[in-house]
């Protein structure tokens, strides 16, 4: 399997105020490389997501603004590759709503939410939230809330469910974003 797993933590509930980005790259079924970033916002934290993610606005005061991380990955957002995360609703409506806050036209990329392919594949569990997922799977998350433990886990749990169901189980989850 190739794909990238990523992961955002915002600073409020605003969609585009990114403050950190993680990426965990796979090929051939193997973590090959990864990619973490604090993102400086530029707007006001609100306290109940510094308590989810533990990030402070004075954590990002020296962060690049999402323009500048935008360019070194970009590359991984195109229309052969796919990009996975838990709950993708939430982290691809935020890469839009960043993407388009700071004037950038959102790209077209395959897309696969590890939530929905665990609801259907991986029955009765009492939710299906990462962590849990991960105990299921015995899949380590050392800090949830962290985007790049986070990324990792989600690649895990695809990586998991490549050798345990068919590609023919996987691919109907696959969709095209843009």
Not at 20 to 48: C, G, K, M
Not at 159 to 166: A, E, I, K, T, V
């Amino acid at each position: 399997m190739n794909f990238v797993a990523m992961d955002f933590e915002t600073a409020s509930g605003k969609r585009y105020s990114a403050c950190s980005l993680a990426l965990s790259i796979v090929r051939n079924d193997q973590i090959v490389d990864e990619f973490y970033s604090l993102i400086n916002p530029h707007t006001d934290f609100f306290w109940r997501n510094i308590q989810v993610h533990g990030i402070h606005e004075r954590d990002v005061a020296d962060a690049p603004s999402f323009p500048a991380v935008w360019d070194h990955i970009k590359e991984f957002f195109t229309p052969d590759k796919l990009v996975i995360a838990h709950n993708n609703r939430f982290d691809n409506s935020v890469l839009k709503s960043t993407l388009e806050h700071y004037g950038i036209q959102p790209p077209a990329y395959q897309t696969l939410d590890t939530l929905t392919t665990s609801r259907r594949l991986i029955p009765g569990l009492s939710n299906y939230k990462l962590n849990t997922v991960c105990d299921a799977l015995s899949i380590d998350l050392h800090h949830h809330h962290n985007a790049l433990d986070d990324a990792q886990a989600c690649a895990n749990i695809l990586l998991y469910q490549g050798h345990h169901f068919s590609p023919q189980q996987l691919r109907p989850f696959i969709k095209l974003i843009g």
